[in-house]
Each structure stands twice: as structure tokens, then as C-alpha cells.
């Protein structure tokens, strides 16, 4: 889905969730090569975020899976943008925001 671009702390949520209910999250960390936009690093597909149990409360990692942004690539990473929904065991994982830059706006289809 087009959308701006988002950056850590952008909320996210998985469905279904590790144990059957979504679970929310948030984008903790971006990994080098790094693109930037208003002195905030851009997500790709790799990026990791932390997720919340929504059962049992216990945190656990999962990184963002390879398909994003189909035009708009980082050294082969694709762009994460806004209410992208991204095929990320153990489920979809659609990003929420907010965006890291709202002025930019990546019109490639997933």
C-alpha cells in the first residue's frame, strides 16, 4: 500500500499473533545501509521490531519479512511504509505509524 515512510518506535501488530490473538509491537531497530529522510533512519524489509504476547505478555522479536515497497529499494531492502501489510511469520504484519516523514510519499505498490 503507498504510504510515507515510518522509522523506529512506529507501533505495528501481527496477525495472528504467537498464540493465536494479535499481538502489537514496535519497530526497534533499523540495520545498516541506512537511508534517512528529516534526520530519521527509513525501515526496510530486515528491520526488527519487538512484539508483546498478547496472551502471556512475554516480549519477543521478529523481523519485518522481504515484501514492502516494490519500487523504492535500500540495497536490495525494500521501503516499509504506513498500513503496508507485510507477510512476517507467524503472521501479517501491518505498520501503523506514525511516519517518520510525512512530506515523502512512496507510490510503488507493495
Request: proline letters at 18%; a neutral charge; charged letters at 5%.
Amino acid at each position: 500500500m503507498p504510504g510515507p515512510p515510518v522509522t523506529i518506535g512506529c507501533a505495528v501488530i501481527v496477525t495472528p499473533g504467537a498464540a493465536g490473538p494479535p499481538d502489537t509491537g514496535t519497530i526497534v531497530g533499523i540495520f545498516p545501509p541506512l537511508i534517512t529522510a528529516g534526520g530519521l533512519p527509513l525501515a526496510t524489509s530486515g528491520s526488527l521490531c519487538t512484539m508483546i504476547n498478547s496472551l502471556t505478555g512475554v516480549p519477543y522479536p521478529l523481523v519485518i519479512g522481504p515484501i514492502a515497497s516494490s519500487g523504492v529499494r535500500i540495497a536490495g531492502k525494500a521501503l516499509v511504509r504506513m498500513l503496508d501489510l507485510i507477510p512476517s511469520p507467524p503472521g501479517v504484519l501491518t505498520i501503523l505509524g506514525p511516519p517518520a516523514a510525512p512530506y515523502i510519499s512512496d507510490t510503488w505498490p507493495p
